[in-house]
């Protein structure tokens, strides 16, 4: 469904993102595992196309077709979506009319499943603005609920769980998991090697580029043994070093 | 506080042919203008429309007083709303000039006395307007415990040559609260220069909100005041603007805490949708008491990027999603 071959984003002259392969399978929940600062936020955008982050090089293929030079509009109406990691505070628009936007008008009963589907009362919910009066949980819950009304090919989460309580993180995951059972593909970005339990499978993400991908227990567990104990995270010298050791298989990390 | 029960009187209940005419035009613009024109021949509502120097239809409510005088250039209106009363359903008021020139003065003289409760929707109806000066000057009094929230919305058609001029003093008393709302976002501004001042005694509140959307050439001035002069009264002066084209607007929200416990906020966003426009925002808060706390936002700039791309990456067009985010400052 996306293959993302050889990407390289530099911003401001700095390399953000390097040489990274990803490939997200049709139905899949592929998770990308990163400490803070190792580019999943700019591998986010970069597919999705926003704030400006066009790829230096590389290749981003959607169902076969190059999506590199497409509007975030255009990539929407391909079928990619993103939830962001701080959703944007929109005076005036009601949950009601996200969604609805969301949704190409979907009616009030799929708008009231949505909002159940994230644990929201629609009730409560529906009526009031995606303004600053939500909490961030509240925003972020919505954030999803939007997605699902949407139904995209493919939905990038990124960060989906922060900002989240611990009661309601359990509501999240189903949601994400609804999100899957509707036929959506999803990206989801994270630290957190609790969110990725419910992937099919896991990238781990260093410098830029993806170190290691395997099934979510191995790779959660190598992630915490290695990434959240490294005194070198995000240093370009000692990540090549570290890639051709994982790649030769000499060492764990 | 008492509910009426409804009976109605008529003030006007022949009306001349001239009149009928106008009448009916009246009530198909207010219609076009987004008015409910079935509460315009709804016996039990409140309602008073006004076209020019001319009334065309006034009705009350028992517990509410309109008296009217036509003058040479407009209506002078004295409204009383009587000591706890009520009033069920919103009083409707409808104003307005059809031809393309011409200009009507309102002196409004509003009395909302103790415990009494009412919502007033008005419409400003102005579609043809080439050369039309609407004014306003009101002075109104809010009693104790009285609430009285007040709507006006505005039509202007897409000429732009109209000035509009409310001027408004308020008083409210102990427990009192005045809520309005000003919009003019469909069709041209023209020049709108609108003033009002609140003095909100103990435990009172005020809210004044002004919302316009500024196009072509037109100019817009508001001046939004509070003085919180009672301890405990809140106030809060808010305007939300948006400016395409060679449109310019300058918001001056001013609030004042001179009483212990009062609180105050200005609120401010202007957005900018146009290379050629000019937005500015002036707040002014000031204490002199030092338990009363005042404080202030303003947001001046173009639409913002991140709500954009937010709804874009739904599927909208760059268009349609700044359209979004314009309506929603406006709604």
Aim: with cysteine; hydrophobic share 40%.
């Amino acid at each position: 469904m996306l293959q993302v071959e050889d990407l390289y984003l530099v911003l401001d002259g700095k390399p953000i993102i390097n040489g990274l392969n990803l490939h997200v399978k049709s139905g899949e929940i592929h998770g990308v595992l990163g400490e803070n600062g190792t580019g999943k936020t700019s591998l986010a955008y970069v597919i999705m196309g926003v704030n400006n982050y066009k790829a230096t090089s590389g290749r981003i293929l959607f169902e076969g077709q190059d999506i590199g030079k497409m509007s975030v509009s255009e990539r929407a109406q391909q079928g990619i979506s993103l939830a962001w990691q701080e959703p944007a505070r929109i005076e005036g628009l009601t949950v009601r009319d996200y969604l609805s936007l969301s949704s190409k008008n979907a009616g009030f009963k799929r708008i009231y499943e949505c909002l159940e589907a994230v644990g929201m009362d629609p009730a409560r919910y529906i009526a009031r603005d995606i303004d600053s009066t939500l909490s961030g949980g509240e925003r972020k819950r919505i954030e999803l609920a939007s997605i699902i009304a949407m139904q995209p090919k493919l939905a990038i989460l990124d960060e989906p769980d922060s900002g989240i309580d611990i009661v309601s993180l359990p509501i999240l995951l189903n949601g994400i998991l609804e999100l899957k059972n509707q036929g959506s593909s999803i990206l989801m970005i994270t630290h957190s090697e609790e969110m990725v339990e419910i992937a099919d499978i896991v990238s781990v993400l260093c410098a830029g580029s993806i170190l290691r991908t395997g099934p979510p227990a191995e790779m959660s567990e190598w992630f915490k043994e290695n990434c959240q104990s490294c005194g070198h995270i995000n240093e370009p010298d000692f990540y090549e070093g570290l890639k051709e050791a994982v790649e030769k298989g000499k060492t764990s990390a | 506080m008492k509910v009426l029960k409804r009976r109605w009187r008529k003030v006007k209940p022949v009306l001349s042919r001239s009149i009928e005419k106008e009448y009916r035009g009246m009530v198909e613009a207010y219609g076009n203008a987004g008015g409910d024109k079935e509460s315009l021949s709804d016996a039990k509502v409140a309602k008073l429309v006004i076209h020019e120097n001319k009334v065309l239809s006034s009705d009350s409510v028992e517990g509410l007083t309109v008296n009217t005088t036509e003058t040479e250039d407009g209506v002078n209106i004295y409204l009383i709303v009587e000591e706890g009363v009520r009033i069920e359903k919103p009083v409707h008021l409808c104003f307005g000039i059809l031809p393309k020139e011409g200009l009507q003065e309102i002196i409004f003289k509003l009395e909302a006395r103790k415990n009494s409760d009412v919502n007033a929707v008005a419409h400003c109806i102005f579609p043809n307007a080439e050369k039309v000066i609407h004014k306003m000057d009101a002075d109104i009094e809010i009693g104790e415990n009285a609430r009285f929230e007040y709507r006006e919305t505005h039509y202007h058609g897409e000429y732009g040559g109209i000035e509009v001029i409310p001027k408004g003093r308020i008083n409210i008393a102990r427990g009192g609260v005045w809520q309005s709302t000003f919009t003019l976002n469909d069709g041209r501004v023209g020049r709108l220069d609108y003033d009002f001042a609140v003095f909100c005694q103990e435990d009172s509140v005020a809210e004044l909100i002004v919302k316009a959307y500024g196009k072509g050439d037109d100019d817009i001035r508001i001046l939004e005041k509070i003085h919180l002069n009672g301890e405990g009264a809140r106030g809060l002066a808010k305007s939300r603007i948006v400016l395409s084209d060679r449109a310019k607007a300058e918001v001056r929200g001013e609030t004042f805490g001179n009483a212990p416990h009062s609180r105050g906020h200005v609120d401010c966003i202007e957005l900018v949708n146009g290379s050629e426009a000019v937005a500015t925002a002036i707040p002014i808060v000031s204490v002199t008491d030092e338990a009363a706390k005042v404080t202030h936002e303003a947001a001046i700039g173009s639409v913002d990027r991140r709500q954009v791309e937010t709804l874009m990456a739904r599927g909208l067009n760059e268009d349609r999603a700044v359209d979004v985010i314009v309506k929603g400052i406006l709604r």
